[in-house]
């Protein structure tokens, strides 16, 4: 197979798109598809200061790595969880992200969960969980809180993520399963900062398949920790990939049109605006001032305040 | 395992509601969740004068022994398609329909497309798509037009159709994956005669298992026609029924879930008004009269006037 942009040999071939690309040409495809989704969405323009959310995989170090090359003003933020899992997880997935930082002469702020708060995520969960299931519910609260958090305390404009397109049609995929109003009306590339408290959130990989963003990962050169966090095993989120992936591999571009026409539907008007009725509901959290749905305390002070 | 009901002996045990009925109660228990979903969903009265569809497969046959079971006025339709496909389908499809009328002594009128219009399905599909893929949905056009002719021209009150679970959320997954707005919004157990020339429409088996119904006709002795259509072989309906049966085998009740929660989220206003552009759109073909979103002439009406 030759590259579509040189003749030259290529080393990937990006089937959605009907392409084959020299290496040369696939790292300059990707920031390019990327560039594109930023502007569609509207998500941030050069003058704004974004935070990157990083957990030294290789979505997030790549999406790093692409604004930065996109010429964006972008720091890091790594939060650490304090997962071991036999893999030492946590402090791995912080040595590449602070390589990583170093590497590209940027700014990587590091909140460490255990020290700020005395507990690590798997500490809190058997507390709060007392050993029932994966402590998955618990991480996802402290991060969503923690990011929120650092991106207003530091006066970020938008804080992004590497959410992917499976990561995207695996939450929609469950959303729908279950047509769940709510998150269906708010699922999208961006979330606006409506709401007190909360930072204004884009995913500009939103519409990258995650295989593209291992590709980039390894032609750029980008180490990443390759382990999955060793309490994702089993995860829903995960078979609903697979599900996804066999639809995909059956119908080659299924994903993509599932979460594009998704987007397209909801931008057309399909959901009532009455349809997310929590967001509505939303009110300060009389400690930490993020909003939440929650009465008095949000979730997350909630748990740290030691209730189950 | 023992009845739930009565301790004998089961013959079935009903997974999702965790039941084991022996045979006398599980025929007794399918016409109750029937009856159930008749009245949830307000379809029609034992004053309303109904019309069954009847294909000579186990769902038509056993709603229509249910109806009449439970003390409806119903009649059957059954439509006479032509297709062959070297198991003689239609042959032994309307004779087993036929069967079963004159053994309940029910009235069964037969629609038959190559006497009333000339040609069979095959041929019309064959003329008019040249061959182009199967003949499903100039089949399903023919259908869809034929019942609402018949209904409209014998004053019936309601079409009923045999679509079970299975076949619902098949079709919900197939409008979701492309989020198909309008389909979305019209989709449900009834379809109001809201429009000109078109049947009101209910699908009294929409919340039963297909394993459900095709035990209930077993149990009670309904001769049905085995074989599915020769042409279904390879339909995208069928795909999206096996990926759907590995969720349900994966998360036992997830296709009842993925149903109800769609219905019940609609029913809370999940999608805007305008999220059915067509139905507002339509207007009377002025060759049949059947309401129709088409410039002109309807497609039923297009196709047989030869138009490709």
Redesign the interface.
């Known amino acids: 197979m030759k590259c579509t942009k040189c003749g030259g040999k290529a080393v990937i071939s990006v089937l959605q798109h009907h392409l084959g690309l020299c290496k040369e040409h696939y790292l300059e495809w990707v920031p390019g598809q990327v560039a594109r989704a930023i502007q569609k969405y509207r998500m941030f323009a050069k003058t704004d200061r974004i935070l990157a959310a990083v957990s030294g995989g290789k979505d997030s170090l790549s999406l790093w790595d692409i604004l930065h090359r996109l010429g964006y003003q972008v720091d890091g933020l790594y939060i650490c969880l304090g997962i071991d899992g036999g893999v030492n997880y946590s402090n791995e997935s912080q040595r590449l992200s602070q390589q990583f930082a170093a590497q590209h002469g940027l700014t990587l702020h590091v909140v460490d969960i255990p020290q700020v708060y005395g507990e690590s995520i798997p500490q809190i969960a058997s507390r709060t969980f007392r050993g029932r299931g994966a402590p998955c519910s618990v991480c996802g609260l402290a991060k969503r809180h923690e990011m929120n958090r650092l991106a207003r305390d530091l006066g970020y404009d938008v804080l992004v993520t590497g959410h992917n397109l499976d990561d995207e049609a695996a939450v929609l995929f469950s959303n729908?399963?279950?047509?769940a109003?709510g998150f269906?009306a708010r699922q999208g590339p961006v979330l606006e900062a409506d709401q007190p408290g909360l930072a204004r959130k884009a995913k500009p990989l939103c519409r990258m398949y995650e295989r593209d963003m291992t590709a980039y990962a390894l032609l750029r050169g980008i180490e990443y920790i390759y382990d999955e966090c060793p309490y994702a095993l089993g995860a829903t989120s995960i078979?609903y990939k697979e599900?996804l992936n066999?639809?995909e591999s059956?119908q080659p571009g299924?994903k993509l049109?599932?979460y594009l026409?998704?987007l397209?539907?909801k931008e057309?008007?399909?959901?009532?605006?009455?349809?997310d009725p929590d967001r509505a509901q939303m009110h300060p959290c009389p400690s930490c001032g993020q909003s939440t749905t929650a009465e008095g305390l949000c979730s997350f002070c909630r748990m740290m305040g030691g209730e189950s």
């Open positions: 729908t399963l279950r047509w109003g269906l078979y599900l066999k639809l059956d299924a049109n599932f026409s998704f397209q539907a057309g008007g399909l959901f009532a605006p009455q349809a």
